[in-house]
């Protein structure tokens, strides 16, 4: 059975940085595409970052603040956040394809998903 948990979330100010990570278990993810999306309050859930075998990709409002990787020999997933602001106040969770989708940005592609976890950033 394949689990995804989410761990780094928390309150912090603006202008502070936070790094989410997400364990995957169950099986490997080496080669597959995964992302982090996030759901702000009264909103959709919407993509922020996601990573292949070789690249990286970003939504606008995250780019050059927000860096994602991976480590493979701890098949873990990292989001690390810097110069956070209140707009970025949401439930975070990541998300495993089942191998590589190169459509990284539509929630369909994702098959596995993690519980989320709350980021606060105060004013």
């Known amino acids: 059975q394949v689990q995804l948990v989410e761990s780094g979330g928390g309150l912090v100010q603006a202008g502070g940085s936070l790094r989410l990570s997400c364990a995957a278990s169950g099986r490997t993810f080496s080669s597959n595409t995964a992302g982090w999306f996030r759901q702000p309050p009264g909103k959709k859930r919407e993509f922020v970052a996601a990573?292949?075998?070789?690249?990286?990709y970003y939504a606008d409002f995250v780019k050059d603040r927000f860096t994602i990787s991976r480590d493979n020999a701890k098949n873990t997933v990292y989001l690390q956040m810097n110069s956070l602001n209140p707009e970025d106040t949401a439930v975070y969770y990541c998300?495993?394809?089942?191998?590589?989708?190169?459509?990284?940005?539509?929630?369909?592609?994702?098959?596995?998903w993690g519980q989320g976890t709350q980021v606060t950033v105060s004013s």
């Open positions: 998300a495993v394809a089942q191998g590589y989708r190169s459509n990284v940005y539509s929630e369909l592609q994702y098959s596995y």
């Open positions: 990573i292949t075998w070789s690249s990286t």
